[in-house]
């Protein structure tokens, strides 16, 4: 399973635009990339995936360059309620036996007024 | 429906009790898995089951014991712990086994004493 590098905090304000880099210098051709977010006493909450290039949905963006050895999770206009910590995760979700959904140490995202 | 159901949410139990967490599913998934975590560290595998069969134990000390009675359901049988096993244990689901879109539950948080 390729490892996953991120920075352990952020801080950020309410408007600002955030971005959370994720750095997987050994990802695999089969490899996708998942990040997850996850609130204090609750589970972690899938946000967005993707393979390459750039993915969007209502939540997030995801920019992973050509080489996929990093990626970006960008949250537009972050609020107060973006205070969370935020995981990249790294694997080939076609093999089935050998992915094992670990997580690495996350980033811990504080947004202030 | 995607939700990942666990009771209780809280549990203070003795280190000779015998207790049992629960978590359930209906989102036809197949795959089922138990994560602990400590405060401030990322969630920590400790059981994947796969079409109800376990695929993964995480070298998990025999005092938790999973089981799985059926596709939907989820248990993780506990007896003669520790103070260190306190922690949040989350319960989580996937389409399959290697699927990284997973659903979590809210998680029940466990207090040996």
């Known amino acids: 399973l390729a490892k996953t590098t991120q920075p352990i905090s952020m801080d950020s304000y309410e408007g600002q635009e955030v971005n959370i880099t994720c750095s997987h210098n050994?990802?695999?051709?089969?490899?996708?990339i998942t990040w997850y977010q996850q609130f204090p006493s609750q589970g972690p909450r899938f946000i967005i995936q993707?393979?390459?290039t750039k993915v969007t949905n209502e939540v997030a963006s995801l920019f992973i360059p050509a080489d996929r050895k990093s990626s970006t999770l960008s949250l537009p206009r972050v609020s107060l309620s973006d205070t969370a910590v935020y995981y990249c995760l790294v694997g080939d979700i076609y093999t089935g036996g050998g992915n094992k959904l670990t997580f690495g140490t996350g980033t811990q995202l504080k947004v202030e007024l | 429906d995607t939700e990942v159901t666990q009771t209780p949410k809280h549990l203070v139990m003795g280190m000779t009790n015998k207790k049992s967490l629960k978590c359930e599913q209906h989102?036809?998934?197949?795959?089922m898995y138990w994560y602990k975590q400590k405060a401030k560290k990322p969630p920590e595998l400790m059981f994947v089951y796969s079409y109800e069969k376990l695929s993964i134990n995480e070298s998990v000390p025999s005092r938790f014991s999973p089981e799985c009675p059926n596709s939907s359901l989820l248990n993780l049988h506990l007896h003669a712990l520790q103070p260190e096993d306190s922690a949040l244990y989350l319960c989580a689901s996937s389409q399959r086994q290697g699927s990284t879109e997973a659903f979590f539950g809210q998680g029940t948080r466990l207090t040996v004493v």
């Open positions: 050994n990802i695999a051709t089969n490899d996708y």
């Open positions: 989102m036809g998934h197949r795959a």
């Open positions: 993707g393979y390459k």
